[in-house]
């Protein structure tokens, strides 16, 4: 090694020293109080996301044969699982893998709505030999729903609590966050352009801005909505209104009691009489 030739432990050294000051820099990022309160969020969101599964799985008590019917009480597991996983994701700064969790958590609940409503025809043609009635014969449908016909899917559903404006908002929704999402389950040329121009930038995963963390939670609130908006649609109109006459209507700082499509689904329910009383 000549005097001109730099000592590789010395580019070694200047890298590590590097990163460490960007570590330093992140640290104090992460206890600002904007920070906390963007990662607070995301822990509000999977807190009352759950809230509203764990009611409609404890409404369905009342109606024991649902759990026999109904595949959206039957595969809560999945959902919560995606939901605490793609939060966790967000925590670490892994805000791909968070938008893949998100993306099977939009996909799953629109399915299992498709199949709990009903399995309506796809543009008039019925996908189906026969609509599956128990829980057995929806699992066994699912492989029939490919990514080549989920637009399909999504434009075929009815609905039994929103109106129209909601049921087309729903469908907006759907299709937009879908397209949104689905270029994170797949390699693609977009994602990794936009990573390798952030790397470059010293924008690589890990160290999150707080803009970073709100646009994930945003993101997520969006999901989440589309996905409980699913659930209560699968789910018995007449309990679904108990749970917000009597329990949701009444928690003000439930994160879902006025977002787009919850409330698109609660606005069924504005002629009962506890809630006209209330308002009185």
Do not use: C
């Not at 906390?36 to 807190?47: C, E, P």
């Not at 709505?113 to 026969?130: F, H, I, T």
Request: net charge negative.
């Amino acid at each position: 090694m000549t005097e001109d030739t730099p000592d590789p432990m010395d580019r070694i050294k200047a890298v590590v020293d590097r990163r460490q000051a960007r570590i330093d820099l992140h640290n104090h990022v992460r206890e600002d109080p904007q920070f906390k309160a963007a990662m607070g969020r995301i822990d509000r969101l999977i807190m009352d996301y759950g809230l509203g599964l764990t009611v409609i799985d404890l409404m369905a008590t009342r109606w024991p044969e649902s759990f026999d019917r109904l595949i959206t009480l039957r595969v809560k597991q999945q959902f919560v699982e995606s939901m605490v996983a793609a939060g966790q994701a967000v925590k670490e700064g892994l805000h791909n893998p968070a938008r893949r969790e998100l993306r099977f958590l939009l996909e799953a609940s629109i399915k299992t709505l498709w199949l709990d409503s009903g399995s309506p025809p796809v543009n008039g043609v019925a996908s189906l030999a026969a609509a599956p009635g128990t829980v057995d014969e929806k699992i066994a449908a699912l492989d029939d729903l490919g990514k080549e016909r989920f637009g399909e899917v999504i434009d075929s559903l009815g609905f039994q609590l929103m109106d129209p404006a909601g049921a087309e908002l729903y469908r907006q929704t759907a299709n937009s966050l879908y397209g949104r999402l689905s270029t994170h389950v797949h390699i693609s040329s977009g994602v990794i352009s936009k990573d390798l121009k952030g790397f470059d930038k010293d924008r690589d995963f890990g160290f999150e801005t707080i803009s970073d963390v709100n646009a994930m939670a945003d993101l997520m609130r969006q999901v989440l909505d589309l996905a409980l908006a699913s659930h209560f649609e699968a789910f018995d109109a007449g309990l679904v209104g108990d749970m917000f006459v009597a329990l949701f209507d009444d928690m003000e700082r439930w994160t879902f009691r006025k977002t787009p499509l919850v409330s698109a689904v609660s606005r069924r329910f504005d002629d009962k009489t506890e809630r006209q009383a209330r308002g009185q």
